[in-house]
């Protein structure tokens, strides 16, 4: 899975979104449990992600980058009598490739303290995240909210350029890298990324994008930045609004967010619940 950054509106209202209901958030057709094994298999355990190469072994998954970027460990399968060899295995692995990685740990990943080992090994544990997924159905309001009249599909490379400035001018972080890879993706698989923004007076003020995951039934929603001074317009509604919509269109079924704890109110109304919670564990410094 792919970390997001949502910022918090203080306000939903917008044309089209009246009438939402607390108890829109369910699990559709089955159970919690049986949405988490259909969440692991399909986006941890057999996901493929462009720009990296997917490798499995008998005790993880990981996925490799071609571009020197940061690589991951998106599932494992250690118990508590071999995760301290595995962690071990793995720092070495990554230490010959002269990369840095990071370990996804999901709450419900055995053994229980996974996480605490992995921070006795030296790894940076990030703070929780949740993972929100919300099950889309017809008549959801999400798909039948008003399109915002400023919001704009995002497709060439200016537009990318545009979102990395927005991005840089709110978490004051560089994020050319991901600018990068968002036109490398666009160009390499143009149908599974769609990116889209709020201009105002030919500015870019809010933007969010989302992947189709090949093989899944699920979508990932990234972004949804909004500039100071143009927050609480509902423009995090609208682009939430667009995604949903593009992924129903395309035959997804389930939206997913790794949301922070600012992001998951807003979310909550509009339907999303909380499959587990996510945990960046980085490694050593001396891995890079």
Same mark, same amino acid.
Request: glycine share 6%.
């Given at each position: 899975?792919?970390?997001?950054?949502?910022?918090?509106?203080?306000?939903?209202?917008?044309?089209?979104?009246?009438?939402?209901?607390?108890?829109?958030?369910?699990?559709?057709?089955?159970?919690?449990?049986?949405?988490?094994?259909?969440?692991?298999?399909?986006?941890?355990?057999?996901?493929? %992600? +462009?720009?990296? *190469?997917?490798? @499995?072994?008998?005790?993880?998954?990981?996925?490799?980058?071609? #571009?020197?970027? !940061?690589?991951?460990?998106?599932?494992?399968?250690?118990?508590?009598?071999? %995760? +301290?060899?595995? *962690?071990?295995? @793995?720092?070495?692995?990554?230490?010959?490739?002269?990369?840095? #990685?990071?370990? !996804?740990?999901?709450?419900?990943?055995?053994?229980?303290?996974?996480?605490?080992?992995?921070?006795?090994?030296?790894?940076?544990?990030?703070?929780?995240?949740?993972?929100?997924?919300?099950?889309?159905?017809?008549?959801?309001?999400?798909?039948?909210?008003?399109?915002?009249?400023?919001?704009?599909?995002?497709?060439?490379?200016?537009?990318?350029?545009?979102?990395?400035?927005?991005?840089?001018?709110?978490?004051?972080?560089?994020?050319?890298?991901?600018?990068?890879?968002?036109?490398?993706?666009?160009?390499?698989?143009?149908?599974?990324?769609?990116?889209?923004?709020?201009?105002?007076?030919?500015?870019?003020?809010?933007?969010?994008?989302?992947?189709?995951?090949?093989?899944?039934?699920?979508?990932?929603?990234?972004?949804?930045?909004?500039?100071?001074?143009?927050?609480?317009?509902?423009?995090?509604?609208?682009?939430?609004?667009?995604?949903?919509?593009?992924?129903?269109?395309?035959?997804?079924?389930?939206?997913?967010?790794?949301?922070?704890?600012?992001?998951?109110?807003?979310?909550?109304?509009?339907?999303?619940?909380?499959?587990?919670?996510?945990?960046?564990?980085?490694?050593?410094?001396?891995?890079?």
């Amino acid at each position: 899975m792919r970390k997001v950054e949502v910022l918090y509106e203080k306000h939903l209202v917008y044309i089209g979104f009246s009438g939402i209901k607390k108890d829109e958030g369910r699990w559709g057709d089955m159970g919690k449990d049986a949405l988490i094994s259909k969440f692991h298999k399909e986006l941890r355990q057999y996901a493929e %992600v +462009e720009g990296y *190469i997917r490798e @499995e072994t008998e005790h993880v998954v990981r996925h490799i980058s071609q #571009f020197g970027e !940061k690589s991951f460990i998106i599932s494992s399968n250690v118990t508590d009598g071999n %995760v +301290e060899k595995v *962690i071990e295995q @793995e720092l070495t692995y990554f230490r010959k490739l002269h990369q840095a #990685f990071e370990w !996804k740990v999901y709450s419900y990943d055995k053994p229980s303290n996974l996480m605490e080992r992995l921070a006795q090994q030296g790894f940076t544990i990030e703070d929780p995240e949740a993972v929100m997924v919300l099950t889309l159905e017809a008549q959801h309001a999400l798909l039948l909210a008003t399109t915002h009249p400023q919001l704009k599909e995002i497709t060439d490379e200016q537009g990318i350029q545009d979102i990395v400035k927005l991005e840089d001018s709110i978490w004051h972080v560089s994020h050319l890298e991901m600018g990068i890879r968002l036109w490398r993706d666009k160009q390499a698989i143009p149908e599974s990324l769609h990116l889209y923004g709020i201009y105002e007076d030919n500015q870019l003020v809010s933007a969010a994008w989302m992947y189709t995951e090949n093989n899944s039934s699920f979508v990932s929603l990234w972004g949804g930045s909004t500039l100071p001074d143009y927050r609480g317009r509902g423009y995090y509604s609208a682009l939430l609004a667009a995604r949903a919509k593009k992924a129903f269109e395309k035959g997804y079924r389930y939206l997913t967010v790794d949301a922070s704890p600012m992001s998951r109110p807003i979310l909550e109304k509009f339907g999303f619940c909380c499959l587990a919670y996510a945990y960046a564990c980085d490694s050593p410094s001396h891995n890079s």
